[in-house]
T-cell receptor, first 115, second 115 residues
Framework: SQELEQSPQSLIVQEGKNLTINCTSSKTLYGLYWYKQKYGEGLIFLMMLQKGGEEKSHEKITAKLDEKKQQSSLHITASQPSHAGIYLCGAVINAGGTSYGKLTFGQGTILTVHP | DTGVSQDPRHKITKRGQNVTFRCDPISEHNRLYWYRQTLGQGPEFLTYFQNEAQLEKSRLLSDRFSAERPKGSFSTLEIQRTEQGDSAMYLC?????????????FGQGTRLTVV
């Protein structure tokens, strides 16, 4: 089983709709990262969350980390075709200074936005 | 600063051949990570360096794989006697980490196809 579960695995929305992607772990997350990936390309950094209850926004994308630091959500408001791609959450699951940056990833959520 | 750079972007090789990939991190970043990503999955951690020291290797990194980061700058990942199962996207990331988690930025990846 995955240490980091993402849901849904795929999502098809109409342009202008809001959507949420979830990332869940049974373990405490010491750093939660959201990335976007276009097929066949590298990962584009979106946001990093560290503190329980933390919330960050960039343009129309908002990410939150719950108080227990075991679940994060990524919310896109008024989706556009440019938002289409694969969204990946990655997390530092083991505490300790040497572990930071060593990420465990979920399997990704494929987002399709129809114009 | 142009971000994390990887070379080549694509590599097709015959089974049994050796291949080498290069990663140039963001210049001031002290941490460099290698990940492998297969189709439909999130990236999996392979190894990482702090400056020139290789601090951790995943069990995924068989003895056919070797990575170096001479002088703490660029890094190379070599695969000897390639097998079809080595076909994947190889991703490099870098971050500036002292005692806290830090943003990790990825390159465009090297897609390896073993025929």
């Amino acid at each position: 089983s995955q240490e980091l579960e993402q849901s849904p695995q795929s999502l098809i929305v109409q342009e202008g709709k809001n959507l949420t992607i979830n990332c869940t772990s049974s373990k405490t997350l010491y750093g939660l990262y959201w990335y976007k990936q276009k097929y066949g390309e590298g990962l584009i950094f979106l946001m990093m969350l560290q503190k329980g209850g933390e919330e960050k926004s960039h343009e129309k994308i908002t990410a939150k980390l719950d108080e227990k630091k075991q679940q994060s959500s990524l919310h896109i408001t008024a989706s556009q075709p440019s938002h289409a791609g694969i969204y990946l959450c990655g997390a530092v699951i083991n505490a300790g200074g040497t572990s930071y940056g060593k990420l465990t990833f979920g399997q990704g959520t494929i987002l399709t936005v129809h114009p | 600063d142009t971000g994390v750079s990887q070379d080549p972007r694509h590599k097709i090789t015959k089974r049994g051949q050796n291949v080498t990939f290069r990663c140039d991190p963001i210049s001031e970043h002290n941490r460099l990570y290698w990940y492998r990503q297969t189709l439909g999955q999130g990236p999996e951690f392979l190894t990482y360096f702090q400056n020139e020291a290789q601090l951790e290797k995943s069990r995924l990194l068989s003895d056919r794989f070797s990575a170096e980061r001479p002088k703490g700058s660029f890094s190379t990942l070599e695969i000897q006697r390639t097998e079809q199962g080595d076909s994947a996207m190889y991703l490099c990331a870098s971050s500036l980490v002292f005692i806290r988690a830090a943003e990790a930025f990825f390159g465009q990846g090297t897609r390896l196809t073993v025929v």
